[in-house]
């Protein structure tokens, strides 16, 4: 495997692991491969080695070359920041497809959470000539040719609103801790107190990261994905589970009906159990009891039977 980090902004950290399968005379020699450009979440204010490096492997187990992005966080989140960086990443895979022996026609995004809303705003946004206006003269050389998509932040809406984190008690709001406060936002929009207890409004917390503090209505409904499908919008995998109180179903559901109302291909498995942030849903990526979920763990083969039947034929060719 040929392993190497490049950097898209050194200064801002920005760069993406490659995780590519050595050319060999035994495994059907010159022979290009599809690939997966990975997303980890983490609120925009992190990205989480649970989604990365794991979900590169395992999908390398597969057959497939795979790309693991940290996108801008933090201060530097702000769309699209992370946007166009997902954008310059897949160009520049596109651009070394020979020597990497990558198919150009079969290079899909794979995000979760948070992260997942960046892979779907390159399916939606890919041909956006206001956001990605660079690229105008062939907006082809960055877009996705599928879109897998774990317990995604898609309509920035549908994020819990009252997330109980086991505050008890109304606490001084300079000692609670949590990781994800924006500089500048108001410590009564992030923290509710309501029957004895102290709540975060977790969409507004992820969202001050999306808009770089404050927003209006109008700026959250469009990067709710679901009001930009259109019939080019690429082909999409999506799985939650029911019990996911982070980030909601609806999410997922809201995004599902759009695809369906434009003829766009999808497919989408809720599962019964299974919270949020399951990464694989095994012991591979689980920190916690409750981040490995049986259920769950078949998104993966499911994942890539939907990629195998999307290009009609076997992942590696």
């Given at each position: ?14 760069f ?6 050595e ?5 059907k ?28 492997l ?14 801008s ?7 699209p ?7 310059q ?10 020597e ?13 959470s ?7 705003s390159?399916?939606v946004f ?18 996705p ?6 317990y ?17 008690g ?12 924006y ?10 107190r ?11 917390a992820?969202?001050a ?5 404050y927003?209006?209505k ?11 499908v ?17 980030i ?24 019964g ?17 409750w981040?490995s979920?049986?259920?769950c763990?078949p998104w ?15 992942a590696?060719?």
């Amino acid at each position: 495997m040929i392993t190497e980090k490049i950097y898209l902004n050194e200064e801002k950290n920005v760069f993406f692991n490659t995780y590519l399968i050595e050319n060999s005379k035994e495994l059907k020699p010159n022979s290009k491969r599809p690939s997966i450009v990975i997303c980890p979440g983490g609120g925009y204010s992190f990205t989480s080695d649970r989604e990365a490096e794991p979900i590169a492997l395992a999908f390398a187990s597969k057959g497939y070359h795979a790309f693991v992005l940290r996108y801008s966080v933090g201060l530097d989140a702000k769309m699209p920041n992370p946007l166009k960086e997902l954008a310059q990443t897949m160009l520049y895979i596109r651009q070394r497809s020979e020597e990497w022996f990558v198919d150009e026609n079969k290079i899909l995004v794979c995000g979760f959470s948070a992260g997942a809303h960046l892979a779907a705003s390159l399916g939606v946004f890919w041909n956006n000539k206001d956001l990605l206006e660079e690229y105008q003269q062939n907006f082809d050389v960055i877009k996705p040719n599928g879109m897998i998509l774990g317990y995604p932040v898609l309509d920035l809406d549908s994020s819990a609103k009252r997330l109980d984190i086991g505050i008890e008690g109304y606490p001084e709001y300079d000692t609670i801790q949590f990781g994800q406060l924006y500089p500048g936002i108001a410590y009564e929009d992030i923290f509710k107190r309501e029957n004895g207890k102290t709540y975060v409004d977790f969409a507004m917390a992820m969202n001050a990261y999306i808009f770089g503090g404050y927003y209006t209505k109008e700026q959250e409904e469009f990067y709710s994905l679901q009001n930009q499908v259109t019939s080019d919008t690429a082909p999409a995998f999506i799985w939650h589970a029911a019990q996911d109180g982070l980030i909601l179903p609806a999410n997922s559901l809201k995004f599902a009906t759009a695809l369906n109302e434009k003829q766009v291909p999808y497919e989408l498995h809720i599962f019964g159990t299974g919270g949020h942030g399951l990464g694989l849903s095994n012991d591979i990526t689980s920190n916690n009891p409750w981040e490995s979920v049986p259920q769950c763990e078949p998104w993966f083969e499911l994942a890539n039977t939907w990629i195998k039947t999307l290009f009609k034929e076997n992942a590696f060719m």
